[in-house]
Each structure stands twice: as structure tokens, then as C-alpha cells.
């Protein structure tokens, strides 16, 4: 089963906090079947202890180690805020990435978004979009190509 598909997108959502808009990421991991309702009230605490954003207007709330019984399997949601929320004073995120991963597929993951949300250009446009297409595409085309290279390192090419 796929780490990101157009069920765990969600275009054109609002928050009054970020506490709201970790609940609507950790509602979309849920339902999608990541990981148990719990999950959730581990990405909060998380936030307590540690901001999740990482600039550019992008933020990956997650859960903490205690939460790893949580985790049904490995996978991302991504809520679009295109008026922002604020995550720390003076910062909006307009993308923010739930994310739920067992042991430590979760660096993988890392890996594989910090590409894309490091272009802020790239950022600005899924922040703006009306097509879950155009994120699913961002996000996935790095793990294609991170396959790809392990394959032919694999191959011995």
C-alpha cells in the first residue's frame, strides 16, 4: 500500500491553531489506516515538547517513540492550508505533513520529502493547488527516483 495517495491529501483546509491542524493530519492518518486514534494525542505532545516546522511553510507533525505500538503501518497525509496557520510566531505553514512510520522508517521518509519542501518556489505552488494530483506527483516523484537509484546500486550498475 502506498506511504502517500489522494486519500491521505486534503486540499483547501482551515485551522484556527496548529493544534487543529495536527488533528486534521492525524484525522486523515486514521482514517486512512496508519495508525490508531492515539497516534493523534502523540503528535500534540510532540508539538508540546518540539516545534515540527521546518520553515518554508511546511510543517511534520509526528508522533513520539511511546507511540510506536500506534502505528499500524508507514504512511504520510498532507493538509493544505492555502491562508497558512500559524505555527510559530509570525510563521505560516500551508502544507502540513503528518507523518507515521514504524522503527526507523520515518528518516527515510524525512529524506525523501526534505527535496521538495526545500524549493520554496515548488512549496508556494501545492500550497495554491486545486489538484491533489500536483502533490501526490511532488512528493512521490522523489521516492521513484530514490527506488530507482537503489535499484541500479543494487544491480551493480
Not at 29 to 35: D, I, P, Y
Not at 45 to 68: C, F
Request: charged residues 20%.
Amino acid at each position: 500500500m502506498a506511504i502517500l495517495s489522494s486519500e491521505t491529501i486534503r486540499l483547501g483546509a482551515s485551522a484556527a491553531s496548529k493544534q487543529e491542524a495536527i488533528q486534521q493530519a492525524g484525522a486523515l492518518l486514521v482514517s486512512s489506516g496508519c495508525v490508531a486514534a492515539n497516534y493523534v494525542d502523540g503528535m500534540l505532545k510532540r508539538e508540546q515538547v518540539i516545534s515540527t516546522y521546518l520553515g518554508n511553510g511546511v510543517a511534520i507533525p509526528h508522533g513520539q517513540h511511546e507511540n510506536m505500538a500506534d502505528v499500524i503501518r508507514t504512511g504520510i497525509a498532507v493538509v493544505q492550508f492555502p491562508a497558512g496557520v500559524e505555527w510559530e510566531p509570525g510563521e505560516l505553514a500551508y502544507l502540513v505533513i503528518g507523518i507515521a512510520a514504524n522503527a526507523d522508517e520515518h528518516v527515510g521518509v524525512l529524506a525523501n520529502l526534505a527535496e521538495v519542501i526545500e524549493d520554496e518556489a515548488i512549496v508556494q505552488q501545492l500550497a495554491q493547488t486545486s489538484d491533489p494530483l500536483q502533490i501526490l506527483e511532488q512528493l512521490g516523484r522523489v521516492r521513484e527516483e530514490e527506488a530507482y537509484d537503489e535499484e541500479r546500486h543494487h544491480a551493480g550498475a
